[in-house]
């Protein structure tokens, strides 16, 4: 994988003239591509062109319903929020491992959850690197009887995960959990260590049922036996102007006061190249057409980073000269 912040898209997000971006490549040195008459550059140099700080969160994706696109809209805005220059760290809870295979990894012979809480190791010193700014804890299909080790040694479901979580938090700005899709005590304990809890739906019938029961399930069962407060969020994924449904069931959730408040402004269209692209073992960063998958990630991406960035928008472009004058002379040298 070789996921590409174009040039271009760091200087409309930074609001400032891309000759900027170019003279502040040059000048520091930083590792960039031309290609296709193209710059572009990935995670490290990132950190030095946004110069965004974070404050370090947790989200977890869940959704009782599976094929809604936790998997796949998770994955795709890890990979989005690490070309902003944010340190990503995913625990795949699922024992399908979707999100693990889409990072080209064999959990075989790694520690995965179960291993971890079964020998009690260090979750921080398992987290296997996928690429700079994205590592994960893998998963593989023992991890389907962690249900079980909760009920066996009776562990306190909403500190078990919150402990691992609260460790992984100095050393990455966003903990992804890809939950499988079930409501039992590990999914529970996930989303009590979260922060945000991010229920993606799709217009497909029983995908509303879904998020109803999930809603449910959290509000009333979860959040009161467990005195939290839960922050949950709502994607909606698979928009396809063309039927009916996607305009119904998107109509709904806006109409509904109680999902609205809880809706992303950003929705993410149906697109192949979601699939196509994990199936390929990349990302749909690693393309450097434009497409509707990359621009609806990427917006599902900022409204990630305006809920947790603690710098604002002045202080993270000081390092940058964005005066015309000096920056059409360096435009000519790129
Ligand atoms: N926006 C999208 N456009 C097209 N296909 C999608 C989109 N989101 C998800 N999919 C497809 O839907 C299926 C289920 O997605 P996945 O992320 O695995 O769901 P979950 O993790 O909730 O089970 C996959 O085949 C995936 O390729
Ligand atoms: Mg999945």
Same mark, same amino acid.
């Given at each position: 994988?070789?996921?590409?912040?174009?040039?271009?898209?760091?200087?409309?997000?930074?609001?400032? !003239?891309?000759?900027?971006? *170019?003279? *502040?490549?040059?000048?520091?040195?930083?590792?960039?591509?031309?290609?296709?008459?193209?710059? &572009?550059?990935? *995670?490290?140099?990132?950190?030095?062109?946004?110069?965004?700080?974070?404050?370090?969160?947790?989200?977890?994706?869940?959704?009782?319903?599976?094929?809604?696109?936790?998997?796949?809209?998770?994955?795709?805005?890890?990979?989005?929020?690490?070309?902003?220059g944010?340190?990503?760290?995913?625990?795949?809870?699922?024992?399908?491992?979707?999100?693990?295979?889409?990072?080209?990894?064999?959990?075989?012979?790694?520690?995965?959850?179960?291993?971890?809480?079964? %020998?009690?190791?260090?979750?921080?010193?398992?987290?296997?690197?996928?690429?700079?700014?994205?590592?994960?804890?893998?998963?593989?299909?023992?991890?389907?009887?962690?249900?079980?080790?909760?009920?066996?040694?009776?562990?306190?479901?909403?500190?078990?995960?919150?402990?691992?979580?609260?460790?992984?938090?100095?050393?990455?700005?966003f903990?992804?959990?890809?939950?499988p899709?079930?409501?039992?005590? !590990?999914?529970?304990?996930?989303?009590?260590?979260?922060?945000?809890?991010?229920?993606?739906?799709?217009?497909?019938?029983?995908?509303?049922?879904?998020?109803?029961?999930?809603?449910?399930?959290? =509000?009333?069962?979860?959040?009161?036996? &467990? =005195?939290?407060?839960?922050?949950?969020?709502i994607?909606?994924n698979? &928009?396809?102007?063309?039927?009916?449904?996607?305009?119904?069931?998107?109509?709904s959730?806006?109409?509904? =006061?109680?999902?609205?408040?809880?809706?992303?402004?950003?929705?993410?269209? !149906?697109?192949?190249?979601?699939?196509?692209?994990?199936?390929?073992?990349?990302?749909?960063? %690693?393309?450097?057409?434009?497409?509707?998958?990359?621009?609806?990630? %990427?917006?599902?991406?900022?409204?990630?980073?305006?809920?947790?960035?603690?710098?604002?928008?002045?202080?993270?472009?000081? *390092?940058?000269?964005?005066?015309?004058?000096?920056?059409? =002379?360096?435009?000519?040298?790129?």
């Open positions: 994988m070789e996921p590409k912040m174009l040039a271009s898209e760091a200087s409309d997000f930074l609001k400032v !003239t891309l000759p900027a971006i *170019h003279k *502040h490549l040059k000048s520091k040195n930083l590792v960039y591509t031309k290609s296709q008459n193209k710059v &572009y550059f990935g *995670h490290s140099t990132s950190k030095q062109i946004f110069k965004l700080a974070f404050r370090p969160t947790c989200w977890s994706w869940q959704n009782l319903k599976g094929g809604v696109g936790k998997t796949h809209l998770s994955f795709a805005t890890a990979i989005r929020l690490s070309l902003y944010a340190r990503i760290g995913v625990i795949d809870l699922d024992q399908q491992a979707n999100f693990t295979h889409a990072c080209g990894i064999n959990a075989e012979d790694k520690p995965i959850l179960i291993d971890i809480m079964r %020998d009690n190791l260090n979750i921080e010193d398992h987290m296997v690197k996928v690429m700079d700014g994205l590592d994960i804890l893998p998963s593989r299909i023992d991890n389907a009887v962690l249900d079980n080790i909760f009920a066996v040694n009776n562990l306190p479901v909403d500190r078990e995960l919150k402990k691992r979580v609260a460790r992984l938090k100095s050393k990455y700005d903990i992804f959990i890809d939950c899709p079930s409501l039992g005590a !590990t999914v529970s304990s996930a989303s009590l260590a979260a922060d945000y809890i991010v229920v993606p739906v799709d217009p497909e019938r029983f995908s509303l049922l879904g998020l109803n029961v999930t809603l449910r399930e959290l =509000e009333e069962n979860i959040a009161k036996r &467990y =005195e939290a407060n839960l922050n949950i969020k994607v909606f698979k &928009y396809d102007g063309r039927t009916v449904l996607s305009h119904q069931v998107l109509t959730l806006v109409k509904d =006061e109680d999902y609205n408040k809880r809706l992303f402004k950003t929705f993410i269209r !149906t697109s192949q190249d979601l699939p196509n692209s994990v199936a390929k073992s990349k990302s749909i960063f %690693d393309s450097l057409r434009s497409s509707t998958a990359k621009e609806d990630i %990427d917006l599902l991406a900022r409204e990630f980073i305006e809920f947790t960035r603690i710098n604002n928008q002045i202080e993270a472009t000081t *390092h940058l000269d964005n005066t015309q004058e000096q920056s059409n =002379e360096t435009a000519e040298i790129m």
